[in-house]
């Protein structure tokens, strides 16, 4: 049995799979384009994954002979296809689907030890970063309507719906304390 995948392993290597062959580059591109700032992209977590997912065999580096950098291209191997497809099939197990890891909810089971005056600030203005969010969510949301890839509009669409759900929580939070 392979080893379980992170997250961002699971991620990345699913990335790759499903462009069939692409960059390191591309693949830190992707994860900034998202509207999430759960993925970073940073090259220093970045690279030195994908290089670990390589040694462990479920990647394969091509080096590119026309290019002058030293450029390779990825490929998920047989055992890096086993291993995306295990790591999607256990987003339906218990400790994915009771994984609800949110810093707004755990900050409010300590709103009381702010001022009346502090939690108002604190929700007004978490309240405006997510409308904003939401706002451009909805045009990453958009966006991906236009493409062909309905999986990446679904995702998109959680995203929305989530922070959708954020927003309503945290404004009936607000109207309960100003009762």
Known sequence: MTRRLTELEGVCLALIDKYDRCTAYRVRRELQQAPSSHWRGSAGSVYPMLSRL??????????????????????????????????????????????????????????????????????????????????????????????VDQFEYFGSLGAVKVTQARLEWLKSVRKQLKQ
């Not at 390589?54 to 002979?65: A, P």
């Not at 089971?109 to 409308?131: C, H, M, P, T």
């Open 54 to 147: 390589e040694v462990d065999g479920f990647l394969k580096s091509d080096s590119d002979s026309d290019d002058g950098r030293g450029r390779k291209t990825l490929h998920v191997t047989k055992a890096g296809k086993a291993a995306v497809n295990a790591w999607i099939m256990a987003g339906s197990e218990i400790d994915v689907i009771s994984s609800v890891t949110d810093p707004l909810r755990s900050r409010s089971f300590f709103l009381g030890v702010l001022s009346d005056k502090q939690r108002a600030q604190y929700l007004d203005a978490s309240i405006n970063q997510l409308e904003k969010y939401l706002s451009e969510t909805k045009a990453h949301l958009k966006d991906r309507s236009a493409e």
